[in-house]
């Protein structure tokens, strides 16, 4: 909870929960909630297998009936119509429903919805055009777009939905387990390209699995646990034997040199 | 190039229906080409609009077997059409004020909405394809059922009989040219307001997490497809009756050819739609040995049965269904 949080950095926040809990069913998937995220910050949720990080990522993207407060930008994200809240967030699923063979440019095209492009008889206009293009760079995937999404690797289609969320020019990206499917030049392509994001201002959101990963690319990491945040706080307070052994039931050597990181 | 080459099919057909019939074309004049050219435009209208309500329901179904034909649209707008019949037949004359032109339609539209509103809210908690499949395909029956008990009903009156067994087999001589060309502004808007929709039926083929994530308002564009989809569907029922299969068979066909993005397929299906009617128009007149004609809605039906088994088979095995 906020109580934990000693490093918000300064600037308004760009999204801000508090006190938000999710049900499903009769099961609370998460209770009492609260975190923030500035302009160019980074931060990334882990947890076991069930302890509520998809649904908080879906939560902060408006897409879950949560209460408690949600604010993005300063406004009730409740309060929002769907096409302001698609200019504001971009959120990335950790795999797509999509099952129709789509060009992998048709589905990068989906992200300028929210700009209304593609309005003339199915044509883009320049900025849209460039706008696609730049997101396909961004993820190294310009060599698909002519490829049908369903005959993509899980990997590829993985980058190409994050290729349709950076086509919305959104400036706050959750991201749901994005690097679950990449291969490791991709993982580290991808923390690369989180980072240089975050220098331009954007806000990030990520749920993943690997506390290797979690440590390289966040500012800031919250752990939870069966639905509650257990520990929040810089990468070294978070993923530290005490916490890990907690959340995880395993013991853990910070540092021990496993795991890889990129040469500089 | 491939509505270019559908548009070219389509004069072929034009021409075909134009010039044949029963009569030598020496005898023809222009009281003939009249009736051919009613008959001829009503096929168009009717196909065309089939293709499209195809391609709305099976887009917000996210299901390409959930077609007006297949899940109870289609004998829906029959039944009600068939119920505004009858009712205009029994009210005094001093009270049928509003013209049979007009009885039809709007009973044919209160069916397509009636079996779209019950497929919708039974299929809302189980919206697999299968469960979408299953409850139109229930819904066809019973309201087909319903049908064939008032057409018994009818046969009382020989002529409320006969026009009820054409509208039920499908048929597109009865079509005078008033009801024509009221449908002609019905299409149309029909076509520009699914080509309209076609960008978030687009989005939504992932799902409705990400499509809400996108933008797209989807209780929205499930509203306005819906109900584009019954007036589509109504009017090709009040010009061409029970004519099935089109709305399965063309959508699908040019899918596979050109991709499912909505916005071309809606176009290219207004077109196949159109050639797909009106070649079986020809062949019902061509076809049939001896004088009269073989039902429009059987030479669908020959078409259209075959390829659903063989799609459903190919959908099984992509492991799609």
């Known amino acids: ?264 | 190039m491939i509505p270019i080459a559908l548009s070219a099919l389509l004069v072929l057909a034009c021409v075909l229906s134009l010039g044949i019939g029963p009569l030598r074309w020496e005898h023809v004049d222009h009281h003939v080409l009249m009736l051919r050219g009613t008959r001829l435009a009503a096929g168009v209208l009717a196909g065309a609009s089939l293709a499209v309500a195809g391609v709305l329901m099976q887009g917000l179904f996210r299901n390409p077997l959930a077609s007006p034909s297949v899940a109870g649209v289609t004998a829906g707008a029959g039944l009600g059409a068939q119920c505004a019949f009858i009712a205009y037949g029994l009210m005094p004359p001093a009270l049928a004020l509003v013209p049979i032109e007009l009885w039809l339609p709007l009973g044919g539209f209160a069916g397509a909405g009636v079996a779209l509103a019950t497929l919708t809210t039974l299929a809302r908690r189980n919206a697999d394809l299968t469960s979408v499949l299953l409850i139109g395909m229930v819904l066809s029956i019973l309201f087909s059922s319903i049908a064939g008990y008032l057409l018994a009903h009818g046969s009382d009156s020989y002529q409320l009989g006969r026009a009820l067994i054409a509208f039920s087999l499908g048929a597109l001589d009865s079509s005078s040219p008033a009801p024509v060309a009221m449908a002609v502004p019905v299409v149309v808007a029909g076509v520009i307001a699914a080509w309209c929709w076609g960008r978030p039926l687009d989005l939504a083929l992932s799902g409705a997490t990400e499509a809400a994530s996108l933008g797209v308002d989807l209780a929205r564009v499930r509203r306005w497809t819906l109900a584009w989809t019954a007036l589509l569907a109504a009017t090709s029922v009040v010009l061409g009756g029970g004519v099935g299969f089109v709305c399965l068979v063309v959508p699908n066909a040019l899918r596979a050819a050109q991709g499912p993005a909505h916005r071309p397929l809606v176009l290219a299906s207004a077109l196949g739609g159109a050639v797909f009617l009106t070649f079986a128009d020809v062949c019902a007149r061509a076809c049939h040995p001896g004088p009269g004609e073989i039902p429009l809605g059987v030479i669908t039906g020959l078409v259209g049965a075959p390829f659903f088994l063989w799609f459903f088979r190919r959908e099984r095995q992509a492991g799609r269904m």
């Open chain 1, 1 to 264: 909870m906020g109580t934990q949080d000693h490093s918000i950095p300064a600037g308004k926040p760009r999204l801000s929960m508090s006190g938000v809990s999710v049900r499903r069913g009769a099961r609370e998937v998460l209770a009492g909630i609260g975190l923030t995220i500035a302009p160019g910050e980074v931060v990334v949720v882990i947890g076991p297998n069930g302890s509520g990080k998809s649904s908080l990522v879906m939560a902060a993207a408006g897409l879950l009936p949560a209460s408690g407060v949600i604010d993005i930008e300063g406004r009730a994200i409740a309060a929002l119509d769907p096409l302001e809240r698609a200019r504001l967030i971009a959120y990335v699923p950790q795999r797509s429903e999509l099952m129709a063979p789509l060009l992998v440019r048709e589905v990068v095209a989906m992200g300028r919805y929210v700009h209304g492009d593609g309005g003339n008889l199915g044509t883009l206009g320049t900025t849209a055009t460039a706008a696609i293009v730049d997101a396909l760079t961004a993820v190294d995937a310009v060599a698909l777009a002519q490829r049908r999404f369903t005959e993509l690797s899980g990997g590829e289609a993985q980058r190409v939905l994050l290729a349709r969320a950076l086509a919305t020019g959104a400036d706050t990206l959750l991201l749901d387990e994005p690097t679950s499917a990449l291969d490791v030049a991709h993982r580290l392509a991808l923390a690369r390209m989180v980072r240089t994001l975050a220098c331009r201002g954007k806000a990030v959101l990520i749920a993943v699995h690997d506390l290797t990963e979690a440590a390289a690319v966040g500012d800031r990491v919250i752990l939870l646990s069966a639905g509650r945040v257990l520990k929040t706080g810089t990468p070294t307070e978070v993923i530290a034997p005490g916490p890990v052994r907690e959340a995880y039931g395993i013991d853990v050597i910070a540092g021990g040199g496993y795991g890889y990181r990129e040469r500089p």
